[in-house]
T-cell receptor
Framework: EAQVTQNPRYLITVTGKKLTVTCSQN?????MSWYRQDPGLGLRQIYY???????DKGDVPEGYKVSRKEKRNFPLILESPSPNQTSLYFC??????????????FGPGTRLTVL | GEDVEQSLFLSVREGDSSVINCTYT??????LYWYKQEPGAGLQLLTY?????DMKQDQRLTVLLNKKDKHLSLRIADTQTGDSAIYFC????????????FGSGTRLSIRP
């Protein structure tokens, strides 16, 4: 089954404790992206990657890191989480220019709470 | 800059039509999308329209695009309880085919 998986689905942590949220897709998509969803603000892009070893900042990259060592994986790293990073995080992948424009395929989301 | 705006809430009676509206600012949009987010899930593409089209119909869904006013709407006919969700408008543009801009989402609730 074609899908984007994220782990963990739920995470409660404390300020300053490094964490990684994993994202993996099995559709051989070049493009991967991380978003955060906050009430009333919609989806805001954190980082994106056009292909292996190519990453770029989105609209709200502060406090986050990413890496793209393999095509299928795109982990999101919070080196020193703070309470304002409490949010619902989504990973997405796509193959721009193929199919329907840049149709994004989303993971199920990771709900992060930073105390 | 690029911006996509939607109202946050819409409540309709079961069986009525729902109309969700969206405005965007970038006149070089290529594709405009409607994504649906059900509770506890990620977003899924519901329908889309290419920028050279005015209307697209797909079963109970009708998408209208007014390029002059930069206005997009999604009409759901005979709204059912299963249509309860958050609906996101989104666009991609010629200037950045790899970037997709999302609106804030409209929460559709259905009353009996």
């Amino acid at each position: 089954e074609a899908q984007v998986t994220q782990n963990p689905r739920y995470l409660i942590t404390v300020t300053g404790k490094k964490l990684t949220v994993t994202c993996s897709q099995n559709m051989n998509h070049e493009y991967m992206s991380w978003y955060r969803q906050d009430p009333g603000l919609g989806l805001r892009q954190i980082y994106y990657s056009m292909n292996v070893e190519v990453t770029d900042k989105g609209d709200v990259p502060e406090g986050y890191k990413v890496s793209r060592k393999e095509k299928r994986n795109f982990p999101l790293i919070l080196e020193s989480p703070s309470p304002n990073q409490t949010s619902l995080y989504f990973c997405a992948s796509s193959s721009p220019g193929q199919g329907i424009g840049n149709e994004q395929f989303f993971g199920p989301g990771t709900r992060l709470t930073v105390l | 800059g690029e911006d996509v705006e939607q109202s946050l809430f819409l409540s309709v009676r079961e069986g009525d039509s729902s109309v969700i509206n969206c405005t965007y600012t970038d006149s070089s949009s290529t594709y405009l999308y409607w994504y649906k987010q059900e509770p506890g899930a990620g977003l899924q593409l519901l329908t889309y329209i290419f920028s050279n089209m005015d209307m697209k119909q797909d079963q109970r869904l009708t998408v209208l695009l007014n390029k002059k006013d930069k206005h997009l709407s999604l009409r759901i006919a005979d709204t059912q309880t299963g249509d309860s969700a958050i609906y996101f408008c989104a666009e991609t543009t010629y200037s950045s085919a790899s970037k997709i801009i999302f609106g804030s989402g409209t929460r559709l609730s259905i009353r009996p």
